[in-house]
């Protein structure tokens, strides 16, 4: 028989449960007990939903508190030293200190570093290794998750980072660490969890190494190797799943059919070209897991054509080595379509989110085993060929724009040399200049503000009053603290992606498509189903407004089109490239009206363009050239003394700096406080010309940094950059954090700009 089996299952919940109750416990108005108490309904409830639906092969240890990668770093006792970690079991308070940072009873450590999970807007912790780390079991987490699924009476098997791709995830500061060693021991202990495991009942488990999908290289591919066949010769009788996701295999597909594990799992949504290359040399004592539901998009799927692949496998294989699963975890869709009230009943016939997901994997397994469900088919057939003709998706004037591109709407009037002495002389800013990277604090009564606005219960007119009075408070606070280039604050938007899909044509909202970005952070993308255009403006009302309050230079805030184009579900009917440039139209048109309103520094983020790096080398080149013809194209527009300010965060640039400075930015503004300015090596390196704001604080705790601290990153700046490059801002925007945190936080980087602008004086005279 074909079994029908899953990689993952989203753990906030569907009313994001899980976000509420860390929360909580965070802010000290919930105890650990109910933490736990909902971090168990939860599992529960996940487990009981995938098991209705028919799933034979049901995962646990995907659900986390924070981030799995994390979980892996205190399942295996690798916690840094400055946490001052006992060295038995990892606490929750040692694991949230790791994640977010703590200042609290004398403590003040900062979080670990955080990056972008491959080419998703997921973030995981980066593990750190130091010498003198001891790797032993450290965590009870994977072991209680497995008992507790037993006693709930769910055949589940237990997920884990594999250790190839947790040490490729990993970093370290130490020139002589010595990581063949280390390595060794970080294996023995993944061996004393696995045996653990087997001796608890575990028959099954599955093992992600998704580095299986990058450039890995022979010594790569000798490491996996040799880590495998030590698995193996330890545990000859555990059966393995090794699951591969986010892209092909390519060179890397010997490695993985030669690892001696039970069943390879495959992502043919994104690559279904290596198929007949899999089936041709897979071993005879291997089974195919074949991920043929997209677990990153929101689409329905095409049975028939998925139902086709899996025949084609099961025809040369046979039945009982065939499994049917998603592409990847479903983490990164939301919970339950049946629950969403938000969408028309056409946009809702065209998609399936987690949990119809799950029974699109079981209908294709059932068809496989004899029981195919005709009339379901047949309306699957129905919703693919209604959203194919449906006139709501097609503008022509849309598309004409984006074919009649020429090489001068991607290019500013004059190179930045030129431009950047017109824009001091519009902006008369001192030496590192001041500014944020757009967002405060989104506090609880502008929520219920916006609820009531949402629900009809406050007039336009009320709420935008609500709104003005909030971007006052904010205009003169950052007078008072002495901000160079304010901003408005955004208190207007619920979200930098979902507030411009909300203007512009060919977009749809979800009521509760809720996905995971970090910790308790969730988003809910935008819908791209159609073509996309800009029908009014979108911003200039509220930087106008803001422009009124103060005579300095007010900062427009707009979402650049890749990060749109990255954080939304974007329709898989085109090209990914067209839609970009559409929607760098759309941003261009916006950008064009505030510059006519005389805002004369405008901000367009783009923390999504290294993201949506292709996983290969290979495929950087035709990615690369339409991102940045898409940011160009909603940038050149402008004069000038028009400033255009760029954002990103997250990321490692080093091997695409020639893409960065082809965006042809005058400002970009970058994280480097969590990674203490190792980021900023790739534009010294790069001799980068343009500015610089390199964040001095980590927004992404709640920990406040001293001016001193802020200091040393300046310092650190200022002795690779010169001082007229430099901006000072945070790492990103403040919309997550409370007023409490950010006035002192502010108050100290504004205070440690001036330290520095005197300490250059000193140097001068």
Not at 165 to 177: I, N, P, S, V, W
Not at 248 to 264: K, M, W
Not at 471 to 488: N, R
Not at 692 to 717: C, Q
Request: include cysteine; hydrophobic fraction near 40%; proline fraction near 5%.
């Amino acid at each position: 028989m074909t079994i029908a089996a899953n990689l993952g299952f989203p753990r906030m919940g569907l009313k994001r449960e899980l976000k509420k109750s860390l929360e909580a416990f965070w802010k000290g108005k919930a105890s650990e007990a109910e933490l736990q108490d909902t971090a168990k309904m939860l599992r529960l409830r996940h487990w009981d939903m995938q098991k209705t639906a028919g799933i034979d092969g049901i995962p646990c240890n995907d659900f986390s508190f924070y981030d799995q990668v994390l979980d892996m770093s205190c399942l295996l006792g690798l916690v840094p030293k400055r946490y001052n970690w006992s060295g038995e079991t990892v606490d929750l308070e040692t694991y949230f200190a790791m994640a977010r940072g703590m200042q609290k009873d004398g403590k003040d450590v900062v979080a670990m570093e955080m990056t972008k999970w491959f080419d998703t807007n997921y973030h995981y912790i980066v593990p750190e290794f130091e010498n003198g780390m001891s790797p032993k079991i450290s965590s009870t987490k994977i072991f209680d998750e497995f008992a507790e699924a037993k006693a709930a009476d769910i055949n589940a098997h237990p997920v884990l980072i594999g250790p190839a791709t947790y040490m490729y995830l990993g970093k370290t500061r130490a020139d002589d660490f010595d990581v063949p060693a280390f390595m060794d021991q970080v294996l023995s202990v993944y061996i004393e969890i696995l045996t653990k495991l087997e001796s608890q009942g575990a028959s099954w488990v599955q093992i992600d190494e998704p580095m299986l999908v990058l450039d890995m290289g022979e010594a790569a591919q000798g490491m996996m190797k040799k880590m495998y066949d030590r698995i193996a010769a330890e545990l000859p009788n555990l059966n393995i799943v090794l699951t591969s996701y986010f892209g092909d295999l390519r060179d890397n597909l010997s490695t993985a059919l030669s690892l001696p594990v039970a069943t390879l799992h495959v992502d043919f949504v994104r690559a279904p070209e290596q198929l007949d290359e899999i089936l041709a040399s897979l071993p005879d004592d291997k089974t195919l897991s074949m991920g043929v539901i997209d677990g990153r998009n929101i689409w329905k799927a095409d049975l028939a054509g998925a139902l086709a692949m899996c025949e084609k496998a099961v025809a040369k294989l046979g039945s009982d080595r065939v499994a049917v699963a998603p592409s990847c975890s479903l983490l990164h869709t939301p919970v339950d379509l049946d629950d969403e009230t938000a969408l028309d009943a056409e946009l809702k016939n065209w998609m399936a989110f987690s949990k119809q997901k799950l029974i699109e994997v079981k209908l294709i397994s059932d068809a496989l085993n004899g029981n195919k469900d005709e009339a379901a088919f047949a309306e699957n057939v129905a919703a693919i060929e209604s959203r194919k003709i449906s006139e709501r998706i097609h503008n022509k004037a849309v598309k004409d724009r984006v074919a009649g591109i020429t090489e001068a709407d991607l290019e500013r009037k004059n190179p930045f040399q030129k431009r950047i002495q017109a824009q001091r002389d519009v902006l008369n800013l001192p030496l590192l200049p001041t500014t944020t990277i757009g967002s405060f604090p989104q506090i609880p009564e502008l929520r219920q503000m916006r609820a009531k606005f949402k629900k009809g219960e406050l007039s336009q007119e009320e709420y935008d009053s609500y709104l003005e009075k909030l971007t006052d408070d904010a205009m003169a606070l950052q007078d008072e603290i002495g901000i160079d280039v304010p901003v408005h604050g955004e208190y207007e938007r619920n979200d930098m992606v979902e507030y411009f899909g909300e203007k512009l044509d060919g977009f749809a909202f979800t009521k509760n498509g809720w996905v995971q970005s970090y910790g308790s952070r969730c988003v809910k993308p935008p819908v791209i189903f159609g073509d996309v255009s800009r029908p009014e403006a979108m911003t200039v009302r509220w930087s106008s407004y803001a422009k009124s309050k103060t005579d300095k230079p007010v900062k427009g805030m707009l979402t650049g089109p890749v990060t749109i184009l990255q954080w939304s579900f974007v329709r898989d009917d085109q090209p990914r490239e067209t839609t970009c440039k559409q929607i760098g139209f759309a941003i261009r048109d916006e950008v064009m009206d505030l510059e006519k309103a005389n805002i004369r520094v405008i901000q367009i983020d783009e923390p999504a363009v290294r993201e949506g790096l292709p996983l290969r080398r290979d495929d950087w080149k035709s990615y690369l050239k339409w991102a940045v013809d898409s940011f160009r194209l909603s940038a050149a527009g402008v004069e000038d003394g028009t400033q255009i300010h760029t954002h990103m965060c997250y990321c490692e640039f080093n091997d695409i700096m020639d893409s960065i400075v082809a965006l042809d930015a005058d400002v970009i503004s970058i994280e480097t406080s969590r990674s203490a300015m190792d980021v900023l090596e790739a534009f010294i390196d790069f001799k980068y010309p343009n500015e610089i704001g390199p964040g001095v604080y980590d927004i992404h705790s709640p920990r406040i940094p001293s001016t001193e601290e802020m200091e040393k990153l300046l310092t650190k700046a200022l002795d690779v950059l010169a001082p007229e490059q430099i901006w000072v801002n945070p790492d990103c925007g403040l919309k997550t954090r409370s007023w409490d945190e950010t006035r002192p936080a502010l108050e100290n980087m504004v205070q440690a700009a001036k330290n520095m602008r005197e300490k250059l004086k000193e140097k001068a005279a």
